[in-house]
């Protein structure tokens, strides 16, 4: 069962608020902090957004297999929208950033040549489902660290036509995969195949 309070529902925009506009200056903003499950049986609706979502989790089970464990993710875009009702049609893809620690003793070259399609955007979309960036946490430059967070925030809090919205943020670690992968498995079997 969806946690209610976790994410909030889509406005009269169709997107989910910035924040609670009852008390604007409540920690209870985006991006919200939520589960993986969570975001699966809210986002889960119908066979599309299932498909994308099965990509999703076929996209993080292959950043675990690289040691992309520590970290969180920033997701958005059309998928967090109501877009079957406000443009008539279904979402392409989750829009993803990954805020990422580098496992010790691995560069970023070598995680790049050791796994280059989870890198790549153009592969990322086609194979997952997932628009794919990526911010490295363990910098040693934090001023560049801020700047690229800055950017998301700021990329990410607007529609393209100027209006407020919210995003969500789902940690990196695998813990809770199991759990929504099952879940979802469920949801696609009682929706029909993909």
């Given amino acids: 069962m969806v946690n209610e309070d976790a994410i909030p529902r889509w406005n009269v925009d169709g997107v989910l608020p910035p924040c609670d506009m ?3 200056i409540s920690d209870y903003r985006s991006p919200y902090s939520v589960s993986l499950t969570d975001c699966i049986l809210r986002f889960g609706t119908t066979q599309a957004r299932r498909a994308i979502l099965d990509g999703f989790m076929e996209f993080r ?4 297999s690289v040691n992309l ?10 998928f967090l929208e109501n877009v079957e009702e406000i443009e008539k049609r279904d979402p392409h ?5 990954t805020f990422y620690c580098l496992p010790d003793g691995i560069t970023e070259a070598d995680l790049v040549a050791k796994a280059p399609h989870l890198f790549d955007p153009e592969r990322t979309k086609e194979d997952f489902h997932v628009d794919a960036y990526f911010v490295r946490l363990n910098t040693e430059d934090p001023e560049l660290l801020v700047d690229q967070v800055a950017y998301w ?20 670690s695998s813990n809770g995969d199991q759990i929504a992968a099952t879940n979802l498995e469920e949801m696609i079997r009682e929706g029909g195949s993909l």
Wanted: aromatic content about 14%; overall charge negative.
């Fill in 69 to 78: 464990t520590k970290g969180f993710q920033w997701i958005d875009g059309s």
């Fill in 61 to 64: 089970s292959a950043l675990h």
């Fill in 22 to 24: 009852d008390d604007p």
């Fill in 153 to 172: 925030y700021s990329i990410w809090s607007h529609r393209r036509g100027g209006l407020w919205k919210g995003f969500l943020q789902i940690d990196l």
């Fill in 93 to 97: 893809d989750i829009d993803l950033v």
